[in-house]
T-cell receptor
């Protein structure tokens, strides 16, 4: 099982602010993911990474960007937050090489509210 | 295209009742993986089980059991003698190597267990 951390857990900010949601895992997993989830709704993949210096967009279009400079760290940035970005953001990681499938383990999530 | 359908949006039971959560999936891949996750009110996703498409053996873990039937493309989840702590949203998910290991989630079923 992965130890995966997200900060902050809750964030309330004003429109136009730049924010970075942090995600770190301590298991050395190559793959990391970001999902967006509106309350009571299904999860949608917005970004993923197969390893260092690898990032790809997910199935749901997002104005956010990600980077993967270190294996354990996968931050998500919004350059200018808007109320439409209000949602829960969940980070996950898995220990499988390349495009193969393995169990994804999730962090506790960040609940973002943009006023 | 891959798709997961959880037709039951909400289920309410009384403690000690048995309850089954339905999951129906669609995929053209011959090798795929099915998952169940639990999301308690705190928001994190907790991994429950992973099943490979080539292994149709049903599984039991304590009060939890899973019924995988390829003939009907279903992967149902049963909780026996439900408890209040089982109250959560449960997600079924599908993945395959052809899809790069990305998870496709169902809409989730909110289970409420009343004392």
């Amino acid at each position: 099982e992965a130890d995966i951390y997200q900060t902050p857990r809750y964030l309330v900010i004003g429109t136009g602010k730049k924010i970075t949601l942090e995600c770190s895992q301590t298991m050395g997993h190559d793959k990391m993911y970001w999902y967006q989830q509106d309350p009571g709704m299904e999860l949608h993949l917005i970004h993923y990474s197969y390893g260092v210096n690898s990032t790809e967009k997910g199935d749901l279009s997002s104005e956010s960007t990600v980077s993967r400079i270190r294996t354990e760290h996968f931050p998500l940035t919004l350059e200018s937050a808007r109320p439409s970005h209000t949602s829960q953001y969940l980070c996950a990681s898995s220990d499988s090489p390349g495009r193969t499938t393995d169990t994804q383990y999730f962090g506790p999530g960040t609940r973002l509210t943009v006023l | 295209a891959q798709k997961v359908t959880q037709a039951q949006t909400e289920i309410s039971v009384v403690e000690k009742e048995d309850v089954t959560l339905d999951c129906v999936y669609e995929t053209r891949d011959t090798t795929y993986y099915l998952f169940w996750y639990k999301q308690p009110p705190s928001g994190e996703l907790v991994f429950l089980i992973r099943r490979n498409s080539f292994d149709e053996q049903n599984e039991i873990s304590g009060r939890y059991s899973w019924n995988f039937q390829k003939s009907t493309s279903s992967f149902n989840f049963t909780i026996t003698a439900s408890q209040v702590v089982d109250s959560a949203v449960y997600f079924c998910a599908l993945s395959s190597n052809n899809q790069g290991g990305k998870l496709i989630f169902g809409q989730g079923t909110e289970l409420s267990v009343k004392p």
